[in-house]
């Protein structure tokens, strides 16, 4: 059940990659609006439809977002939408402090840089390395 709510958007980000690619300048220049807009749908499609899948599969009704993706007004708009038909409600921070991990890996980064020095280049990701 758990894959059931994971969700990548790795085919989505390369099918966009592979019809940007054939686009023309002007062409780009004439729909770049219209193809975010479908690109945001998308994932806000997704992210939802899997938010409520996890809902019903829980009877959890009160549902909280954060990080970069909190400051999506379309997120925000339907999934408050979808977890109020189910009387509970949607919960995010003000917009100022709906910050991306990215700047704080960054911070952890500089600190670690600050207090040991460049460290060892690695090609894989380790996603529970410590941090120090």
């Known amino acids: 059940m758990k894959e059931e709510f994971q969700f990548s958007f790795s085919g989505l980000k390369t099918a966009m990659a ?3 690619a054939k686009l023309n300048p002007d062409e780009l220049d004439l729909h770049k609006a219209d193809i975010a807009a479908s690109f945001q749908e998308a ?3 997704v992210l ?3 938010t409520m899948r996890a809902t019903e599969a829980t009877g959890v009704r009160h549902v909280t977002i954060s990080g970069g993706v909190a ?3 379309r997120l925000r708009e339907r999934l408050g939408d979808e977890i109020s038909k189910l009387g509970g409600c949607l919960f995010y921070p003000s917009l100022s402090l709906c910050t991306d991990n990215a700047a ?3 911070a952890a980064g500089f600190y670690a840089f ?3 020095g460049p460290g060892e280049l690695i090609a894989n990701a380790i996603p529970n390395l410590r941090l120090v």
């Open 104 to 106: 704080m890996i960054a």
């Open 71 to 73: 400051a999506n007004s």
């Open 43 to 45: 994932v806000v499609d």
């Open 48 to 50: 939802v439809t899997k």
């Open 18 to 20: 592979l019809y940007l």
């Open 114 to 116: 600050e207090k040991f």
